[in-house]
């Protein structure tokens, strides 16, 4: 089993259409989560860390559920310039030097 | 530009040959890390260094792997004997070390190796 896994999807939504993604972690010791933005042939870049109370960037809002152990990514209002693959990253415990990478989520919103 | 650079950004050898990469992080960033991505997956982890040191390094990382940071500025990944099976896309990152908050990684924008 994979230490994080993700649907690949794809997931294909017209534009506006609230979708959201899951991820699940196997360890339970995990203590910092985020979501990465990874652009077709580009490099990864921060999206925004996941708090456990939860927390929200204008249309991405970000969740995290300890218990069972997944964090998730909304997107309200669909844009054409969300189309990419979503990473979702577990870093086992504080200060640790490894992020753990799941293989992504790739969404394409279509007009 | 200050964000993380790597050279070069293709790379063709044929197989058996050593190839290397370099990266130069963010200046003030101590942490350094080498990630390899293929397609369809997620980054996979190398190994990282914390200044000078290698602190960490993947089980996946085989003997013909070799990463350096000798001043703990910028960093070399050398491959020795290349292998059709290392053809993907290594990714450099950094991050300034902060013991108590959410570490943030600042990725460059990679080398595409292709072994023939």
């Known amino acids: 089993r994979k230490e994080v896994e993700q649907d690949p999807g794809p997931f294909n939504v017209p534009e506006g259409a609230t979708v959201a993604f899951n991820c699940t972690y196997s360890?339970?010791?995990?203590?910092?989560f985020f979501w990465y933005r990874q652009d077709c042939r580009k490099e990864p870049k921060l999206l925004m860390s996941v708090y456990s109370s939860g927390n929200e960037d204008g249309r991405f809002t970000a969740q995290l559920n300890r218990a069972s152990q997944y964090i998730s990514l909304l997107i309200r209002d669909s844009k054409l310039s969300d189309s990419a693959t979503y990473l979702c990253v577990v870093i086992p415990y504080t200060n640790a030097g490894k992020s753990t990478f799941g293989d992504g989520t790739t969404l394409t919103v279509k007009p | 530009d200050t964000g993380v650079s790597q050279n070069p950004r293709h790379k063709i050898t044929k197989r058996g040959q050593n190839v290397t990469f370099r990266c130069d992080p963010i200046s003030e960033h101590n942490r350094l890390y080498w990630y390899r991505q293929t397609l369809g997956q997620g980054p996979e982890f190398l190994t990282y260094f914390q200044n000078e040191a290698q602190l960490e390094k993947s089980r996946l990382l085989s003997d013909r792997f070799s990463a350096e940071r000798p001043k703990g500025s910028f960093s070399t990944l050398e491959i020795q004997r290349t292998e059709q099976g290392d053809s993907a896309m290594y990714l450099c990152?950094?991050?300034?070390?902060?013991?108590?908050?959410?570490?943030?990684?600042?990725f460059g924008s990679g080398t595409q190796l292709s072994v023939l």
């Open positions: 990152a950094s991050s300034l070390d902060r013991s108590t908050t959410n570490e943030k990684l600042f």
């Open positions: 360890n339970s010791a995990s203590q910092s």
